[in-house]
């Protein structure tokens, strides 16, 4: 089936410095979305892409959709103790069961004060 | 964003019993909610898609008897946990499909807080 193959699994970075995580896939996908995740919460919608070469920010966020349509990345600038968190990538195709979010396993981020 | 709220948000219950998580979107119409599984330190499950209206759609290996979905009205979709087991402890998220048209373009899902079930 379709999967997403997410990296890193896991980062711990300093203060202020800026991430990186991407996700990709052997299939083309029409919708890209970024959600943290809290301990004990559920998933916050960060970022969405719809088409391809899209790049998008959202404060310190910033992610973009592929120009082949089988990956994204999401790069957080000048990291802050609260970025601390699970990140997934999902993406999806349109209709139908298509239509259902894929998910990558997380990149969990600690951020070291 | 949209919201989605989900209740109760932590529930213990006992081996045998029956427990009922709601999932509402508060302020949007969702013709179509999600409900995931998730285990510790891993990525969410589908487990169904909630069709308001029409019998969910349960993904492979999810039994429809054991995990009931009610989609009653555009707002509201429920999961019950039937004769819950220790091994149905998990956290249950739902989410709503918000935005665009159904399974078109530029629609978007919205997730819940999500509900902590013990089954002792």
């Known amino acids: 089936g379709q999967q997403l193959n997410q990296s890193p699994q896991s980062m711990f970075i300093q203060e202020g410095e800026d991430v990186s995580m991407n996700c990709t896939s052997s299939?083309?996908?029409?919708?890209w979305l970024w959600y943290k995740q809290d301990p004990g919460e559920g998933p916050v919608l960060l970022i969405a892409?719809?088409?391809?070469?899209e790049l998008t920010s959202n404060g310190r966020l910033t992610a973009q959709f592929g120009i082949t349509r089988k990956d994204s990345f999401l790069n957080i600038s000048a990291s802050i103790p609260s970025d601390v968190g699970i990140y997934f990538c999902?993406?999806?195709?349109?209709?139908?069961?298509?239509?259902?979010?894929?998910f990558g396993k997380g990149t969990k981020l600690s951020v070291k004060p | 964003g949209a919201v989605v709220s989900q209740h109760p948000s932590r529930v213990i219950c006992k081996s045998g019993t029956s427990v009922k998580i709601e999932c509402r979107s508060l302020d949007f119409q969702a013709t179509t909610m999600f409900w995931y599984r998730q285990f510790p330190k891993q990525s969410l499950m589908l487990m169904a898609t909630?069709?308001?209206?029409?019998?969910?759609?349960?993904e492979q290996g999810v039994e429809k008897d054991k995990f009931l979905i009610n989609h009653a009205s555009l707002t509201l979709s429920t999961l019950t946990v039937t004769s819950a087991h220790p091994e149905d402890s998990s956290f249950y998220i739902c989410?709503?499909?918000?935005?665009?048209?159904?399974?078109?373009?530029?629609?978007?899902?919205?997730f819940g807080p999500g509900t902590r079930l013990t089954v002792l």
């Open positions: 299939s083309i996908f029409n919708t």
């Open positions: 892409l719809y088409k391809a070469g």
């Open positions: 909630s069709n308001e209206g029409s019998k969910a759609t349960y």
């Open positions: 989410s709503a499909r918000a935005g665009g048209t159904r399974g078109g373009s530029t629609d978007t899902q919205y």
């Open positions: 999902a993406a999806r195709n349109y209709g139908g069961s298509q239509g259902n979010l894929i």
